[in-house]
Antibody, heavy 116, light 106 residues
Framework: EVQLVESGGGLVKPGGSLRLSCAASGFSLSSHNMNWVRQAPGKGLEWVSSISSSTGFTYYADSVKGRFTISRDNAKNSLLLQMDGLRDEDTAVYYC?????????WGQGTLVTVSS | IVMTQSPATLSVSPGDRATLSCRASRSVSSNLAWYQQKPGQAPRLLMYGSSTRATGISARFSGSGSGTEFTLTISSLQSEDFAVYYCQQYNYWPQLTFGGGTKVEI
């Protein structure tokens, strides 16, 4: 069964760091473009970052550029998101999602709360 | 690119037909997807390519449009269809953009 499971969320103070993981099963993560999408409480969906399967190029929304880093751990078949310099407005459920156009596979999400 | 959905909330009765709109600030060709999200759940892909149903999606759902104007139609609403619906353009991948959502409520 194709599945994505996120972990690593939690409560962090403004300016702090957190690393999210997304474990893939049922497919090889390195063969697919992968994405992080977030949803602030009661709000809509916002694309955060993507990594290309073919080139390894990484892409970021302006709101997180320079603070977040997306990467893959192919040995663990996992997608990572290193989040530094966290701000209140980064509070959201973070989803990983597979593929590069429409997104047919999503994880269940992990909640990141940035608060002092 | 900005995706605008209307209405923000749609109040309908079971058995009714629901029509949801999505407008792009510039052409996205047919590179548009629709998602359904229920409380506490991840989004679920309904449609891609504007009008192609994803695997396992009921034929009650249909999509249309190209360029800047798109429509998701749900014929004969069932209880499980009450949810929030999002459109998403992927014409400008990796800059994916979602609309603000339409809540379909009873």
């Amino acid at each position: 069964e194709v599945q994505l499971v996120e972990s690593g969320g939690g409560l962090v103070k403004p300016g702090g760091s957190l690393r999210l993981s997304c474990a893939a099963s049922g497919f090889s993560l390195s063969s697919h473009n992968m994405n992080w999408v977030r949803q602030a409480p009661g709000k809509g969906l916002e694309w955060v970052s993507s990594i290309s399967s073919s080139t390894g190029f990484t892409y970021y929304a302006d709101s997180v550029k320079g603070r977040f880093t997306i990467s893959r751990d192919n040995a663990k078949n996992s997608l990572l998101l290193q989040m530094d310099g966290l701000r209140d407005e980064d509070t959201a459920v973070y989803y990983c999602a597979r593929d590069g156009n429409w997104l047919p596979v999503w994880g269940q999400g992990t909640l990141v709360t940035v608060s002092s | 690119i900005v995706m605008t959905q209307s209405p923000a909330t749609l109040s309908v009765s079971p058995g009714d037909r629901a029509t949801l709109s999505c407008r792009a600030s510039r052409s996205v060709s047919s590179n548009l997807a629709w998602y359904q999200q229920k409380p506490g759940q991840a989004p679920r892909l309904l449609m891609y390519g504007s009008s192609t149903r994803a695997t396992g999606i009921s034929a009650r759902f249909s999509g249309s449009g190209s360029g800047t104007e798109f429509t998701l139609t749900i014929s004969s609403l069932q209880s499980e269809d009450f949810a929030v619906y999002y459109c998403q353009q992927y014409n400008y991948w990796p800059q994916l953009t979602f609309g603000g959502g339409t809540k379909v409520e009873i």
